[in-house]
């Protein structure tokens, strides 16, 4: 298999991927689903009660406008930053070894985030506050704090006399497991096609609309070379102007304009949430499927000797 990378930014990436199957491709696919491990916040500790009065005499409670389990939710999607050199699986950590799980935890596998936001005072102006996951301070390295595009996710309001304070715990997990855990989400794929011209008088009517593609290109015969149009782009971009024009798309005598399927080709698309790039992603999810059929061989091996 080869992959060019057709477009990508920091959460976004579209491949090609060649001289392969429907098979691998989806194996791939299904791989970024379930298997590729990242950080996700498992379990979160309220801290209740009621604060000692401040100086201008006021008391704050321990409530909010949500209950502690959906504001738990809304943390455990929270992307959180992963390392994969720095941590372990909870279950691989040596320090776990011999304690019940609800006892497990060590810097090699977890990462606390502790949060602490107080509503307004009866003077202030504003009736509420609103507590976002860029409150959440990191108890350890900088580069584990709230990556900054998801700084604005909101968790829960506070209203006067109320705060909000607790200690949320992230560690390694896959998405087979929970959601939470899943990497990336809207991964499709679909086969490269190329845009071939088939009648030049009937897609003659077509042409004289002068429509824009790509970078202010026009759709005319002459982006059409002997083997027609092969840019994914632009292929996209000429399939929808035919939508625009016909009903049947891509039937000669309608639009003089045909899309063939390319063998062994596939485009392939996802988006993260932030927690790794797209490229590790992609990187990662190959070698969780190399150790799947690798152990796969081993276990032949010893089947059949």
Known sequence: MKVKIISQNE????????????????????????????????????????????????????????????????????????????????????????????????????IIYHCSVQGPGKEDEDEFKVVYAGDLNVLGDSKLEIPEHCKEIPITLLSKGQYIEFYAYASLGRGNEHAKWAPAAGIGYYKNTKAVLDDKKVAKEIFNLKIKLNDDQILNEKIFGKDGVTDIDTVEAIRKAVLHIEKNVGSVGESGITFEEIPGEFVFHYETDGALSPVEVFNRACEELKMKFDSINEQLEIALS
């Open 11 to 110: 959460r976004d990436i579209k491949l090609l991927l060649s001289e392969t199957t429907v098979s691998n491709v989806n194996s791939i696919r299904r791989s970024i689903m379930t298997d590729v491990p990242k950080m996700a916040i498992s379990k979160v500790r309220f801290e209740m009660g009621v604060k000692e009065p401040d100086s201008n005499g006021e008391r704050f409670e321990s409530l909010s406008a949500l209950p502690d389990e959906v504001i738990a939710h809304r943390l455990a999607l929270i992307p959180i930053p992963t390392y994969f050199e720095d941590f372990v699986f909870p279950e691989d950590d040596p320090a776990n070894q011999g304690l019940p799980e609800d006892k497990w935890g060590s810097p090699a596998s977890r």
